[in-house]
């Protein structure tokens, strides 16, 4: 089993920055897809972001040119960079790790976009 923990949440002013990290506890070299799903209150968790094994991303439109998924093998980590945030990008973000059969998942953190 893995786990999954999550930092670099917090409260940002809208057009700010913020870096998800989501820390494995044992090796992610079997991954083949890496996603961030997140969900505001009141609302269905949607993705975010995904990362393939071959490298290739998909992002949703409403972070397109903003966010920035990346899988880094030697820290056993999968981060998002999130620039220009915008109130609407408020919600809990969620890591996500497909390895060998399993779905791992991480504990959530909290994102707030508001001036």
């Known amino acids: 089993q893995v786990q999954l923990v999550e930092s670099g949440g917090g409260l940002v002013q809208p057009g700010g920055s913020l870096r998800l990290s989501c820390a494995a506890s044992?090796?992610?070299?079997?991954?083949?897809?890496a996603n961030w799903y997140r969900q505001a209150p009141g609302k269905q968790r949607t993705l975010v972001a995904s990362?393939?094994?071959?490298?290739?991303?998909h992002y949703d439109d409403s972070v397109k040119g903003r966010f920035t998924i990346s899988v880094d093998l030697g820290k056993n980590a999968v981060d998002l960079q999130m620039n220009n945030l915008k109130p609407e990008d408020t919600a809990v973000y969620h890591c996500?790790?497909?390895?060998?059969?399993?779905?791992?998942w991480g504990q959530g953190a909290q994102v707030i976009v508001s001036s």
């Open positions: 996500n790790i497909q390895m060998w059969q399993y779905n791992f």
């Open positions: 044992g090796s992610i070299d079997s991954f083949y897809v």
């Open positions: 990362q393939r094994d071959d490298g290739s991303t």
